[in-house]
């Protein structure tokens, strides 16, 4: 059984379809990198899958159990308390990091855990500071987000999705907010997170990372999965739209 299952998943906005009929499939601790240029449906893919947007038409379930299901060419999602249950079992790291302005490092990690999942104030801090160590942030605590660079941001930002403990991980162009220099730290700081078997969905145009770092690669383009395979696959292409994306970046 998969961690992720979408199916023939179909999203327009304004009439325009965005998402055209995406499947996709996701293993327990499996890496899975999204490329494809601006404007295919990247974010949106992601934004059905954490239930931020809903999909018109398609299924969804996160192992095994279902969000929603296709009737009648609709997608029907399940009730609030069944999604909130399993919206347990991921987290989303954005592009502009999201972190709450108003609270320091420690209280953005701890925020959720304490306030949403209801644990206990000391081990929910403890956890934190293990992941703060974790990112290479252990002194930045009481630091507050104004005072991090874009790097160290993004770290706090992932350190908060890892305090929820999702089985797995979203991450929505993690670095394209980044100067370059700051892009490394955080490419490292993911990569170290393949020894915590937590699954990763990645949307980048970090090529090489991908290519290193992913079980499987798709190439969408137009709201269509393009190419889907292992990075060996999907890097040495024969497709031309495939060929030309990779090119360009490289
Ligand atoms: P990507 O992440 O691959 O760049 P997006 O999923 O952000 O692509 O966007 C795909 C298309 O959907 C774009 O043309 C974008 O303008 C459109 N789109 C995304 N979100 C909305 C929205 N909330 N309302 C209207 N159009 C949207
Ligand atoms: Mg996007």
Do not use: W
């Not at 293993?27 to 934004?47: A, H, M, N, Q």
């Not at 970090?206 to 137009?222: L, N, Q, T």
């Amino acid at each position: 059984m998969s961690l992720l299952n979408m199916k023939s998943v179909k999203k327009s906005f304004d009439g325009v379809e965005i998402l055209k009929d995406i499947s996709l499939e996701v293993g327990e601790g499996e890496i899975l990198s999204i490329i494809g240029p601006s404007g295919s449906g990247k974010s949106t893919l992601l934004r059905c899958a954490t239930l931020l947007e809903d999909m018109d038409d398609g299924e969804l379930s996160y192992n095994g159990n279902t969000v929603c299901k296709s009737v009648e060419g609709k997608s029907v999602y399940e009730s609030s308390a069944a999604l909130k249950k399993i919206s347990e079992c991921f987290g989303l790291v954005f592009q502009n990091f999201n972190l709450f302005p108003h609270m320091n490092v420690l209280q953005n990690i701890c925020d959720a855990p304490i306030r949403v999942q209801k644990r206990d104030r000391t081990s929910v801090k403890e956890e934190a500071f293990e992941l703060l160590k974790k990112m290479g942030l252990f002194d930045k605590a009481e630091a507050y987000p104004y005072q991090l660079s874009g790097g160290q941001s993004q770290r706090v930002a992932i350190a908060r999705a890892l305090a929820l403990n999702p089985k797995i991980l979203f991450f929505d162009e993690p670095t394209s907010a980044l100067d370059p220099e700051l892009t490394g730290e955080v490419l490292r700081v993911i990569k170290s997170l393949s020894d915590l078997n937590i699954a990763m969905v990645i949307v980048t145009h970090e090529m090489a990372f991908a290519r290193e770092i992913s079980d499987k690669v798709i190439f969408m383009s137009g709201g269509v999965i393009v190419e889907a395979g292992t990075p060996d696959v999907v890097f040495a292409s024969d497709n031309e739209k495939t060929k030309n994306f990779i090119g360009a970046l490289n």
